[in-house]
């Protein structure tokens, strides 16, 4: 029995045990990437940050540093594996509700100066996905999450050190294809407005065009010249003879056979 106010040996050893061999804590949050990445969130795959100049002080080159990827609702109560045995793989997602992937150490993750920012992709590797033989698999998520991740640094002893938890990263949802609007003929009232604006529009250009067709081809057939009627053939002599015969002239009457002649100045004594 020990006096009030104070505490059992046993149990203050068993805490500082307890404080000793838990992981430490690395100020670091895993982050989806800023950068302007084509596909950085996919139904299937997801792009983070990857950490610099983060696990130096933390990790020996020795240690391994994983990539724990869970979903939201199993983060609260998540605990660190203490062997390779207890870490799920890839195909237990569905079970074991995390599974670990990206295994790589130290020198992956150089703290070098004026060193290019590199991304890591979650999800990217679709050749692994039934094959149980390996230690781990980048294959892609089969669910729209959410999820969390943070990294987790392991040595010989089970877990060593280990970041923060993310914030929820939510795939995008791919449409179900019965879902998908094939009829080309609905559209929504906006489209249907502007459909029917254009569609006036184009209408009075038709008219203006026609109209100004109309216009030019009446002006045209204004100035051109007459064109004079050939004659027919074998109309041509009559027609000759009808304007320039000229009818003969009537003969002088005969004078009257009573009437003296009148002699001529050549004939007289």
């Known amino acids: 029995v020990y006096p009030a106010g104070h505490s059992d040996p046993l149990v203050l050893l068993c805490c500082c045990v307890t404080t000793w061999l838990s992981s430490k804590t690395i100020p670091y949050t895993p982050q989806i990437t800023a950068k302007s990445l084509e596909g950085k969130l996919t139904a299937t ?18 240690d391994d540093i994983w990539l724990v990827v869970a979903f939201t609702n199993v983060t609260s109560h998540f605990k660190n594996p203490t062997s390779k045995i207890q870490i799920p793989p890839y195909q237990k997602l569905s079970t074991a509700l995390h599974y670990m992937t990206l295994k790589t150490s130290l020198a992956f993750y150089p703290c070098a100066e004026n060193r290019a920012t590199s991304v890591l992709r979650v999800g990217s590797d679709t050749s692994c996905k039934d094959d149980h033989s ?14 969390r991740v943070k990294f987790l640094i392991l040595d010989t002893n089970g877990s060593k050190a280990e970041t923060r938890w993310s914030q929820q990263i939510m ?8 879902s998908i609007d094939t009829w080309p003929g609905r559209r929504s009232g906006t489209m249907v407005v502007i459909t029917s604006i254009l569609s006036s529009f184009i209408g009075i250009l038709v ?10 081809f009446k002006l045209w057939r204004r100035e051109e010249p007459a064109v004079p009627e050939e004659p027919r053939a074998g109309s041509f002599r009559e027609r000759e003879y009808d304007t320039h015969h000229i009818p003969p002239s009537p003969a002088p009457p005969q004078p009257p056979s009573d ?9 007289s004594p």
């Not at 390996?134 to 999820?147: F, I, S």
């Not at 795939?171 to 019965?178: D, E, H, N, V, Y």
Request: proline share 14%; with cysteine.
């Open 259 to 267: 009437m003296p002649r009148p002699h001529s100045p050549a004939a």
């Open 171 to 178: 795939l995008k949802q791919g449409r179900k294809a019965s």
């Open 45 to 62: 795959t997801f792009t983070l940050d990857q950490p610099i100049c983060i696990f130096d002080q933390y990790v020996n080159s020795t």
């Open 207 to 216: 008219i203006l065009f026609l109209c100004t067709v109309a216009y030019d």
């Open 134 to 147: 390996l230690e781990y698999c980048n294959g892609p998520l089969p669910h729209p999450g959410p999820y």
